[in-house]
Each structure stands twice: as C-alpha cells, then as structure tokens.
C-alpha cells in the first residue's frame, strides 16, 4: 500500500505524467513519506520503468466503484448495498430537512455579520475570525 496524505492507498494510484527524459539508465529508486506516523512499512511487490501509462497493469482487475458511486473496497454505516436502501435513506433525508429562515441576503452572505463595505471581496477578522467579505 502507498500512504499519500497519510492515508493507505493501492499502489496504482502512484503514477507521473509528462516526460521527464529517459529510463534507459536508472541505477536507483528514492521513496520518501513526509511526516510519517508510527513505525512505516514498506512493501514492494513489482516495480516496472515504462514512457506510457499504457504499459500499466493493474493488481486490482475488479471495478472500484459501484452502480451508486460507491467506494467498493471500503463498508461504512449507511452505505447502500441496494435500490432500495438508497431509496429508503434518501427519503429520511428529505423528511428530516426543514426549512427554515437561514437569515441570508439573495446574495447569500449572512445578514447578522456586519463588515466594512470596500467594494470589493477581502479578508477581514470579525468576532475572531478570518472570513470573506
């Protein structure tokens, strides 16, 4: 598993686009994590130089996503495994939204904030915080 961001991920997602010259003398291969955490592992399967992202062939032959959108490697509470799952918790969904008066301008900008008007969009601190104005 390559760790980008910090979080595990297959090793095909690694991969560099552009030229960047020839592979014809490659003596050596660098790997570097930026802030790791804990004891890290490195593991190596199969490493091949190629000049196209053709040549790529993947571990994993199996589809990545389902029929919703879905991670399919992954299982979490509320995730879909049917029509009719997704049907039922999108009608919670739209059952537990209320309106309700969000006190915003047709611009969307939130009227109980009050900024200096420049006339033009700035970063300015208000009750201590950074927001856009």
């Known amino acids: 598993m390559a760790a980008i961001g910090k979080?595990?991920?297959p090793g095909y997602w690694i991969g560099f686009s552009g030229s960047v010259g020839t592979i014809k003398h490659v003596d050596s291969l660098g790997v570097i994590m930026s802030q790791p955490i804990d004891s890290q592992i490195l593991e190596i399967r199969n490493v091949r130089l190629t000049m196209t992202s053709q040549d790529t062939v993947f571990w994993w032959q199996n589809p990545l996503v389902d029929e919703f959108g879905q991670w399919i490697p992954a299982d979490?509470?509320?995730k879909a495994k049917t029509l009719d799952e997704l049907k039922t918790s999108w009608?919670?969904?739209?059952k537990a939204l209320q309106?309700?008066?969000?006190?915003v301008s047709k611009y969307g900008g939130f009227l109980g904030t009050k900024?200096?008007?420049t006339?033009?969009?700035h970063v300015q601190k208000i009750n201590g915080k950074m927001v856009v104005c």
């Open 91 to 94: 009608d919670q969904e739209d």
């Open 99 to 103: 309106p309700g008066d969000l006190k």
């Open 115 to 117: 900024a200096k008007a």
């Open 119 to 121: 006339g033009f969009f």
């Open 7 to 9: 979080t595990a991920r």
């Open 76 to 78: 979490w509470p509320g």
